[in-house]
């Protein structure tokens, strides 16, 4: 049956994950921002499907013809065409009825995006297949997604730490106070694991192991059971395949310089505020979302650097999807929040 109704989907489209909300349904796609492309042609595999987990399945795995396009890496549409079949592909897969209309859509855009970049990603959805597309600042939404009194009369400082960026945001009353860039991630904390790696041990390794140190065994505060971990790679001089040990203090160290830099852009963006909002943010808190907020002892680590309370959102990595299909859903009260 066709139907003439449109459906409303809230999209976080980031450097390293698409996560795609429903409705009132949560979350219905999480993947990869990735499409295996076949370079000869620059047309995506499969007919267009191999995207997201397919793509980045097939990463260290496709022959020299074939590459990993990663449209948005640098948190902007990098690729048009490439984006606008990688996103055709997930509307499809979230789609449940035949309809006349596409999908309507609120996305997300990280701060400091141009009109240029924001016409870009409008551009590449609608060709993607969207009816009508809003946009709303990554940070904003995260803040409504994890809770933050957003429209409220009172101050709020949200902490949204991506892939490849962190984007902090304070609101009162639907307005941003101030807000803040920084060009510091996930891909950030790797990249410093794979020096230290190099400079301690003399060892290469790349940034996906360092990816998998950090996730599943990194810190921002001290473990009451320290361990040592194997780590595999190439000796710095001979090339030869060698493996060494580090441990999670060790790695502890070596992701401290990327968070304390994240922790002092949030105490400069809280200074210079009014004296009474920022007793709301010493009442408050600052809110932690973003992948790399899962990082165990972050909210503690920020709380004694920043000198306010800073706290984890309950869905860190999905808040800002969350919080975008909050408005979509009532889309006349979050109207003056949309850009």
Not at 17 to 45: F, K, M, N, W, Y
Not at 194 to 218: H, K, M, P
């Amino acid at each position: 049956m066709i139907r003439l109704s449109r459906e409303n989907l809230a999209i976080d489209l980031g450097p390293g994950a698409t996560i795609i909300c429903r409705g009132d349904e949560g979350v219905v796609l999480d993947e990869p921002t990735a499409a295996a492309v076949q370079t000869s042609t620059g047309h995506i595999l499969h007919q267009g499907a191999a995207v997201g987990r397919l793509a980045q399945a097939l990463r260290d795995r496709t022959p020299s013809e074939v590459a990993v396009s990663y449209p948005l890496a640098t948190g902007r549409v990098a690729d048009p065409l490439i984006c606008q079949a990688m996103m055709r592909q997930f509307l499809q897969k979230c789609a449940t009825r035949r309809s006349f209309f596409g999908p309507q859509v609120i996305c997300t855009v990280p701060s400091g995006a141009t009109v240029v970049e924001r016409a870009a990603l409008i551009t590449a959805l609608r060709g993607a297949g969207a009816a009508h597309v809003g946009l709303i600042l990554r940070s904003v939404a995260a803040a409504i997604g994890g809770g933050a009194p957003v429209l409220e009369a009172t101050a709020a400082c949200t902490c949204e730490i991506g892939s490849t960026q962190t984007d902090i945001v304070a609101t009162c009353l639907g307005e941003v106070l101030a807000e803040r860039r920084l060009p510091i991630g996930g891909d950030t904390l790797d990249q410093a694991i794979v020096d230290a790696v190099r400079t301690d041990f003399n060892l290469r390794i790349g940034t996906s192991q360092a990816a998998t140190l950090r996730i599943e065994f990194g810190s921002a505060f001290s473990c009451e059971e320290e361990a040592a971990l194997e780590i595999h790679g190439s000796d710095g001089i001979t090339g030869a395949p060698r493996t060494s040990q580090i441990t999670t203090q060790q790695l502890r160290e070596a992701i401290q310089k990327p968070l304390t830099e994240i922790a002092l852009g949030i105490r400069e963006l809280i200074q210079p505020l009014a004296p009474q909002l920022a007793g709301d943010l010493a009442q408050q808190g600052v809110l932690l979302c973003g992948g790399l907020a899962l990082t165990p002892g972050i909210a503690a680590y920020f709380s004694r650097t920043v000198g306010v309370p800073c706290r984890t959102a309950s869905m860190p990595r999905e808040a800002a999807a969350l919080g975008a299909a909050i408005v979509a859903a009532d889309s006349d009260r979050w109207r003056g929040i949309l850009l």
